[in-house]
């Protein structure tokens, strides 16, 4: 019910902000603010009121769809999803909050699309049924490329909408293939009777292909990544926190939840496949990010950067690596987010992006390079960061599956150190090129949740880990691991 | 012959049909004699008659649908009625509804003042009626020949205008030599069998040892005719002019209402009479013709710069997937081209609807992107609903067009038709782009003219918001679509 309640006040707050008038833009903005900010305190009751100790799904709710083809619209979570839930809900008012200034265009189109897409990830998060996580995983897609094609700060946002909606939905199709085979073959959708399935090596190894074209261009991995960039950039400063925030984890946690949970024989068979690609990823746009003269493009090739680690963590077969996968991952969402309402707010004073055309901010913005410098060290990963704990276990665990690929994915960390050094000495240091405003009272309270959530992940995580342990632990299957 | 039953079934369950056929008469005499003065004639002919036809078509939709007769063969064998015939009627009568409803405004914009024009569209209704409900080869012949002698007549119907002309001698010319392939494929039938009754056809080729050559070349000629009347390929070039030269209204009812009624054709033919030929003949043929209509449809589609011509050459990439579901050979296969089917005409008369908004706004004589930019600033209800609707054409979740899709998947793969499959998807992610980039030109471009808010006609914004609602929100309640074409599916099969 609770789960229901979620998204059913997310369809109200769609409906009201339809009704309201276009002219009363204050209403509008409070209006979209108040639900989400509703959404995320019911989102936290969740939270109070999981039980760790157990693997099954919880707040479980079957709202019947279509009953005589065993597909039904059931919502649960777990250890796993909670997680990417409450990011999702936090993520979202933070980002009304950043776009409270906005003038350009149709401020209604806007809100529903943000509204919209936080229902639509809401349901991705918690459905446990295979056809409607495609549906939903899938119908992201529509508000988002509207958003970066109408708000989009020049003309190259129409190829940025292009590519993310052309590459998603060319590997969601195969992936389509591959649902439509498992509902054929096991004659449900229902991911707990397909956790259960064991599917033939064969079949497990062309459905974790299916499922891969789609996920790897969400996650996003060498070779589907252009796309990244590219959207990042074009969209408004709101929708590249949700990109990088929350629809990058998409490809993650589809991979843990689907590709993990049903195909393991097939993902341990693929494992040096996928450590390659990531391998390659994480170094090839870390070095692409040192040359980047853009500040939304340099965090953007980062974010590729930190999914790819990601990515050896969860194919590296142990615990460890799950877990500080999916606790590198929110610690992704926290800092990418912080760092793109950073850019966000150079942008709104100066309208430019530009490497070159900021310095000296240290001198009259003290406020924001404190900000900026805590969210810098987040990105490279300063013991003390949520973004530590992550990467160096995601060392541990890819030490232990394959030493090279560890060898190479701890360079991550050198490189890491290069871009976001540089590029904070660049801006903060030297000669003093732009005089401004600092933080104003709004943006600081948008900084201030992600600040705290950064230090508290990294400081005491276990917070975090012993929710996931169990549900983690029903994922990995040690034994059956070679 | 039943006589003793004659007016007991045959004459009661042909009941709408016969009241169409006096509405006929009904509606010429009033065109005639309403139409006598000239300030009749260029005031109140046309309203009239649209109300009055509109009428005639809603009472219709309810006779069809009290049908107290179970499922059975009339009139010698040569029509039938069972629930395929029965709800595809509705449908049918429906779409037509829609279609004559909306024009009042472009009828007058263009000056079309004769009233022969309803009297055409019941026709075509009857005529759909009787073809849907037929079980004979000559009686498919017959009523198919109907039909098209109306279309040929009504794609001619703006006089001054070149394009129609061609289009209509184009269609002539070309669905006439498709008509006798028709026949010279029944007859080659009839050759081999001895019999053109569906029915009969169907006990007859149950244990098939071995047939002639000739049979199968009536069968490929016979089913070639039906295509081409629905535009796949190879027989589909002549829906991009006809569609782009007859008059709007017109382009409406051909992208809307007949591909139902032959649909339930080449179900019948493929399903009931010729189901024991399908491992040996009719898989090969409808996977071959649907994936060259899908390519067909995605490839030229691209090129396109006029709104007609572009949803003319989408409609041949979704007959594409219609053919792709006919061969899968199951329940499933049919379930999903029915379903496909409605939510394909739901889509088009969406999408037709807002080509005639724009027809009354534009200058041109004929549309292209540079009419439709800036849509989202004059109508912007309309333009997001717009929008979703593209979304549904390429597929996208959680429109009613995904599920379409989807259910076209399952059957194909359910008989493991797997790089059928994945060429099906990348022609859709192909085709997704020339959708896409018709939302672009609506939402993302900068128009130099001014642009200024017409309001839809009142009977043109009720049918956009109730089918727009349908397709729109299916995902919240797909019950009643579903159940029905189960039945009316399970019905066929038996």
Redesign the interface.
Known sequence: MLLNSLFLLLIIGVFGLILIPAEHRLLLRQFSLLITSLVFILSLFLWLGFDHSTSKFQFVVNNLWLPISNVNLVLGIDGISLFFLLLTTLIFPLCLLASWTFEKGNLKIYLISFLSMELVLLLVFTSLDLLFFYIFFEAVLIPMFLVIGIYGSRQRKIRAAYMFFLYTLLGSLFMLIGVVYIYLSVGSTSYEILFITKFSNYNQRWLWLAFFASFAAKVPMLPVHIWLPEAHVEAPTAGSVILAGILLKLGSYGFLRFSLGLFPQACVYFTPFVFSLSVLGIVYTSLTAIRQTDLKRLIAYTSVAHMNLVMIGLFSGTVIGVEAAILQSLSHGFVSSALFLIIGVLYDRWHTRGVNYYGGLTHTMPIFIIVFLFFTMANLGLPGTSSFVGEFLLLVSAFDANTTACFFAATSMILGGVYSLWLFNRIAYGNIKLVGCDLNYREFVIFLPLLVGTVFMGLYPNIFFSVMHASVSNLVWVDSWV | MKFSLFFQNDTIAFLPELFLAISILVVLMHGSFLGLSAAALYTYLTPSMIRLTSIILFISAFLVVNNPIESQTLWNSIFITDHLSIWLKLFVVLGLLVCVSVSEAYMFSVRLRAFEFFFFIISICLSLWLLISSYDLLSIYLNMEFMSLIFYVLATWKKNSYFSAEAGLKYFILGSVASVFFLFGASLIYFSMGTTNLGSLSLLTENLAGCSPLFYLGLICLISALLFKLGAAPYHMWIADVYEGAPTTVSLIFASVPKLAIFVVVLRLVYTSFWCLFPVFWEDFFCLCGLFSLFIGCVCGLGETKIKRLLAFSSVAHVGFLCLGLASGSVEGIQSVLFYLLIYMLTALFLWIYVLHLDLTSDNSFLTFSDVIGL?RSN?VFG?GI??MI?SLAG???LGG?FAK?NI??SV??SSY?LV??FA??T??VS??YY?RL??IF??EKAENWFYFVPLTKAAAFCVVTIGWTVIFF?LS??LF??LI?KIAIGLMI
Request: zero cysteines; aromatic letters at 26%; hydrophobic letters at 65%.
């Open positions: 989202v912007p997001l929008a979703l979304f996208v979740p959680p995904f989807l998947f399952v793969i359910d797997y499959a994945i998807v990348l859709s992610v997704a782009f896409i939302i672009k939402y993302f995902m797909p019950n579903y159940l189960y």
